[in-house]
T-cell receptor, first 109, second 114 residues
Framework: AQRVTQPEKLLSVFKGAPVELKCNYSYSGSPELFWYVQYSRQRLQLLLRHISRESIKGFTADLNKGETSFHLKKPFAQEEDSAMYYCALDQTGANNLFFGTGTRLTVIP | KAGVTQTPRYLIKTRGQQVTLSCSPI?????VSWYQQTPGQGLQFLFEYFSETQRNKGNFPGRFSGRQFSNSRSEMNVSTLELGDSALYLC?????????????FGSGTRLTVV
């Protein structure tokens, strides 16, 4: 069965420090993986998806099939990055997202 | 263009009642999904519709149902409400037939069952 694990519920880093939000998944097929972010009092929004290999707001995430991970990284954290981050998996062609439990990132000024 | 619109924003119902929530997807998006968000269980998939057909269903009891209209608008219904149904219900729409393009979420309907 598919599963998405975000081991850290809370993560605090200082402004300018690197940040890494961990995400591990369990799925026997080829997954489609996403990171969603929810800023305070805003709706859940797509941050990035692995198929596009893009960098959004300085964040990147690489799919590592060997380690079944899709960690989110940013070299220099900014205060505006403080938010709730969710890793999500979509089974190929299934159109239903499995979400991790989320990591609340706080960037300390 | 307008985002995903969910109505109403807030609802208070009593146990045993039923409720209908509405979702208007982004224009041109034909896939609509519903999710339940609670502090204890997080975000859980309810069901997904594409071109008026339910293609996927999550692990929820039959009291939870939905439908999609020809204009892609969707409704979900919960019958015989229980206290545990109190949650934020999120709707998401997607352009593609498959979810690889990602989903755009609405602000949600917060349902409180008393």
């Amino acid at each position: 069965a598919q599963r998405v694990t975000q081991p850290e519920k809370l993560l605090s880093v200082f402004k300018g420090a690197p940040v890494e939000l961990k995400c591990n998944y369990s799925y026997s097929g080829s997954p489609e993986l996403f990171w969603y972010v929810q800023y305070s009092r805003q709706r859940l929004q797509l941050l990035l998806r692995h198929i596009s290999r893009e960098s959004i707001k300085g964040f990147t995430a690489d799919l590592n099939k060997g380690e079944t991970s899709f960690h989110l990284k940013k070299p220099f954290a900014q205060e505006e990055d403080s938010a709730m981050y969710y890793c999500a998996l979509d089974q190929t062609g299934a159109n239903n997202l499995f979400f991790g439990t989320g990591t609340r990132l706080t960037v300390i000024p | 263009k307008a985002g995903v619109t969910q109505t109403p924003r807030y609802l208070i119902k009593t146990r045993g009642q039923q409720v209908t929530l509405s979702c208007s997807p982004i224009s041109g998006h034909r896939s609509v999904s519903w999710y339940q968000q609670t502090p204890g269980q997080g975000l859980q998939f309810l069901f997904e519709y594409f071109s008026e057909t339910q293609r996927n269903k999550g692990n929820f009891p039959g009291r939870f149902s939905g439908r999609q209209f020809s204009n892609s608008r969707s409704e979900m219904n919960v019958s015989t409400l229980e206290l545990g149904d109190s949650a934020l219900y999120l709707c998401a729409s997607s352009l593609g037939q498959h979810g690889g393009l990602g989903y755009t979420f609405g602000s949600g309907t917060r349902l409180t069952v008393v």
